[in-house]
């Protein structure tokens, strides 16, 4: 993995002449789709609303990283440690499914452990990153909890993704994720919406539920 540079300016230049308070490194299991939705919210902080003296940094997946979580875990410890550029108050996130296929409870007890020993924000969405979707479009009260949690395979997309591709009119791809056309106006919606869910990780390793939206709202501006 490597620490990017920042897409886009780092925050309006009339606004504010000093270095961010806070700098969000963000490390994610996927390595499209995440990395495409954290990258329009760079592209559109300020219609989004996030705080000017935050400042979020993309840690890239190299083509041979494993996405394993606990994998992703150690290289962005170890991206940030070569770059050298990570200061006190800096927040490392690292944004992974709870796929139990591949994410074994041990791990998930590993990434807890540093959670709470303050080596990272741990950004978990039971059970896919598409659930974190497809709440900008609905509480997914409408949804059987079930269906939703245990997300199997329908042909040759899960549960979750076909749900999120009805929401978007049929099509959805992990590759071309149109955030400023299907996402960045429902941003708050969604996180209104994960609140109706489970926002506590010990939890999340069973129950369904999302972080992302408590790390988003973290970032945004409250004034």
């Given amino acids: 993995m490597r620490v990017s540079q920042p897409y886009g300016k780092r925050y309006a230049e009339d606004e504010f002449s000093q270095e961010p308070k806070i700098r969000y490194f963000i490390a994610c299991e996927g390595e499209k789709t995440e990395y495409r939705y954290f990258k329009g919210i760079i592209e559109f902080r300020t219609e989004i609303g996030i705080n000017p003296l935050v400042e979020i940094i993309p840690i890239r997946h190299e083509k041979d990283t494993s996405s394993n979580p606990l994998k992703i875990f150690q290289d962005a410890k170890k991206a940030i440690k070569k770059a050298s550029n990570f200061l006190d108050g800096d927040k490392l996130c690292i ?57 199997e395979k329908v042909g040759n997309r899960t549960y979750i993704e076909k749900c999120l591709m009805e929401k978007l009119g049929g099509s959805y791809s992990k590759t071309r994720l149109k955030f400023q056309d299907n996402y960045k106006d429902k941003i708050k919606f969604a996180i209104e919406n994960s609140k109706k869910y489970s926002l506590i990780t010990e939890e999340l390793k069973e129950k369904i539920g999302t972080t992302i939206g408590l790390l988003i709202e973290e970032m945004i501006d409250k004034n």
């Fill in 95 to 151: 944004i992974v499914d709870r796929d139990k296929q591949s994410f074994t409870d041990l791990q998930y007890d590993v990434l807890l452990k540093a959670e709470k020993n303050g080596e990272i924000k741990f950004c978990i969405t039971n059970p896919c990153f598409e659930f974190w979707l497809l709440l900008h479009f609905s509480d997914c009260t409408e949804y059987d909890k079930l269906f939703l949690v245990n997300n």
